[in-house]
T-cell receptor, first 116, second 111 residues
Framework: DGGITQSPKYLFRKEGQNVTLSCEQN?????MYWYRQDPGQGLRLIYY???????QKGDIAEGYSVSREKKESFPLTVTSAQKNPTAFYLC???????????????FGQGTRLTVV | GQSLEQPSEVTAVEGAIVQINCTYQ??????LSWYQQHDGGAPTFLSY????GLEETGRFSSFLSRSDSYGYLLLQELQMKDSASYFC????????????FGSGTQLTVLP
């Protein structure tokens, strides 16, 4: 079955350490996104990528970095520069297109990062 | 840029009908989508409106009016399992193709 997989589901790190969150999809989607969600809040865009080897900053990119070396993979690194990294991180992919197919985002189950 | 406004909370009883509104400001977009998210889970796609008017999918319907910069999600015959957060989202036209979400509406269905 096709889908989008995030790992791990829960992650604990010490303050000052970098950590990388994995996101893999086998839907053959071109576009991938990373969102951050804080308790009771909406989804805020961190980074997105429309194509391999290209990515763009979203609204809250500071303290984060990404890479897109393969179509299937879009890992997110939370660096020590991120002031408040504890949050729920969601990865999504979208099929290329302007119709309904280009509007339906498929989400992974998320990674809950806790920095202590 | 884009901004989407939704009410933060809505409460209704089982069996009722509820409407969740979304007003937006964007320079141009392909359509308006709706997502459902249960506590601790991933958002799942519910519906998409590319054109003005009503789209119906079972108990859920979604409406878009581009002239009014407004859309809504209509949930009928509410069930307890419909208690969740609901987000509207747009995928803007032009060079900036990020998928932008509203702040979400927490729906609580009471017995």
């Amino acid at each position: 079955d096709g889908g989008i997989t995030q790992s791990p589901k829960y992650l604990f790190r010490k303050e000052g350490q970098n950590v990388t969150l994995s996101c893999e999809q086998n839907l053959n989607h071109d576009a991938m996104y990373w969102y951050r969600q804080d308790p009771g809040q909406g989804l805020r865009l961190i980074y997105y990528s429309q194509i391999v080897n290209d990515f763009q900053k979203g609204d809250i990119a500071e303290g984060y970095s990404v890479s897109r070396e393969k179509k299937e993979s879009f890992p997110l690194t939370v660096t020590s520069a991120q002031k408040n990294p504890t949050a729920f991180y969601l990865c999504a992919s979208v099929k290329r297109g302007t119709g309904a197919g280009g509007a339906e985002a498929f989400f992974g189950q998320g990674t809950r990062l806790t920095v202590v | 840029g884009q901004s989407l406004e939704q009410p933060s909370e809505v409460t209704a009883v089982e069996g009722a009908i509820v409407q969740i509104n979304c007003t937006y400001q964007t320079s141009g977009f392909y359509g308006l989508s709706w997502y459902q998210q249960h506590d601790g889970g991933a958002p799942t796609f519910l519906s998409y409106n590319a054109l003005d008017g009503l789209e119906e999918t079972g108990r859920f319907s979604s409406f878009l009016s581009r002239s009014d910069s407004y859309g809504y999600l209509l949930l009928q015959e509410l069930q307890m399992k419909d208690s969740a957060s609901y987000f509207c989202a747009v995928k803007p036209s032009g060079s900036a193709r990020q998928l932008t979400f509203g702040s979400g509406t927490q729906l609580t269905v009471l017995p």
